[in-house]
C-alpha cells in the first residue's frame, strides 16, 4: 500500500511569520505520521471574488519568500500559477505547478507548465466531467512529461455551494495518475457572501472519510493557525490545531479499507 499523499497550507501569503509556523507544524505533523507531505502557498489569487479582495504578496516578493522557506526548514513546494508568463520563474522554486481549477482547460497554461519537467497537479474544473479530465492530462502528456497530478474539488450543482460526486474519482484514477482529493475547496459556497466565498468547514471531515473509501491517493487541505482570521476563504480553511487528528481519522479509515480488499 502506496502511503497516503498529504499536500497542504494557506491559501495565500500573507505574512512569513504565518508561514513558517503553518509549514514547520505541517511538516512535524507528517514526519509523526511517516507520510509525504508537500507544503501548499499562492503568491497571488487571481480569481478572488472581489476587486476588494486580498490577493497576495505578488509574484517577485512572493517566491523570494517561498524559496527562502523551503531552505531554511526545508519542505517540498506546491505553487500555483495563472498566466503562462509566471510558470518560468515559479518552476525556478516549486517542486509541483498547479493549475487552477478555473484553468484547467488552459491550453497555453498547461503546455507551459508541461515543458518544465516540474510535477503539475491539475485541478479539476468544477464546470467539467470526471471523463473529461482526460483531454487536459492529454495536454500535458504532449510536452513529454507525465508527472501528473489530478485534484478533485466539487462541481457547480446551481444553488450556491460545490457537490463532490465521488463515483467520478475510479473514473479519473483509470488515467494511470494520482488522484487527490481536497477537502476544504469542495465545502465552499461560492459568492454567497457579500463579496467573498462562503464555505461549509464542518463537513469537512465527512467528505474526507468519503474520499478515502473512494480510494484517493491523497489529501490536500487549505490550513491556517486562526481561519476566522484569514483574509481568504476564511469559512473553509481546515484549524492548523485540528489537523493531526483528521489525518489520523484518515489514515486508519483507509488501514481497514486495504486490509480487507
Known amino acids: 500500500m502506496k502511503k497516503l499523499l498529504f499536500i497542504g497550507g494557506p491559501c495565500v501569503i500573507e505574512d512569513e511569520k504565518m508561514l513558517y509556523h503553518t509549514a514547520e507544524t505541517l511538516k512535524d505533523i507528517c514526519h509523526d505520521l511517516n507520510i509525504p507531505f508537500i507544503f501548499k502557498a499562492s503568491y497571488d489569487k487571481a480569481n478572488r471574488t472581489s476587486i476588494e479582495s486580498y490577493r497576495g504578496p505578488g509574484l517577485e516578493k512572493g517566491l523570494s519568500i517561498l524559496k527562502k522557506l523551503k531552505k531554511d526548514i526545508p519542505v ?104 487527490i482529493f481536497d477537502a476544504t475547496h469542495s465545502v465552499q459556497m461560492p459568492s454567497v457572501g457579500e463579496n467573498r466565498t462562503g464555505g461549509m468547514r464542518e463537513v469537512v471531515p465527512a467528505l474526507i472519510r468519503a474520499s478515502i473509501g473512494a480510494g484517493v491517493d491523497g489529501l490536500f487541505m487549505e490550513i491556517h493557525p486562526e481561519p476566522s482570521k484569514a483574509q481568504s476563504d476564511a469559512s473553509s480553511q481546515w484549524p492548523l490545531s485540528d489537523v493531526k487528528t483528521i489525518i489520523k481519522e484518515a489514515l486508519k479509515i483507509r488501514e481497514v479499507i486495504c486490509k480487507n480488499g
Open 76 to 179: 517540498e513546494l506546491l505553487v500555483d500559477v495563472h498566466c503562462p508568463q509566471d510558470v518560468g520563474k515559479v518552476s525556478e522554486v516549486a517542486d509541483i505547478i498547479q493549475i487552477p481549477a478555473f484553468l484547467c482547460r488552459q491550453t497555453d497554461l498547461l503546455l507551459a507548465a508541461g515543458k518544465t519537467g516540474r510535477k503539475i497537479n491539475i485541478k479539476k474544473g468544477q464546470f467539467i466531467s470526471p471523463h473529461a479530465v482526460q483531454y487536459i492530462i492529454e495536454k500535458v502528456e504532449s510536452t513529454g512529461n507525465k508527472k501528473i497530478l489530478i485534484t478533485e474539488r466539487g462541481t457547480c450543482f446551481g444553488y450556491g455551494r460545490l457537490v463532490v460526486d465521488f463515483s467520478g474519482i475510479p473514473v479519473m484514477k483509470k488515467f494511470g495518475y494520482p488522484i
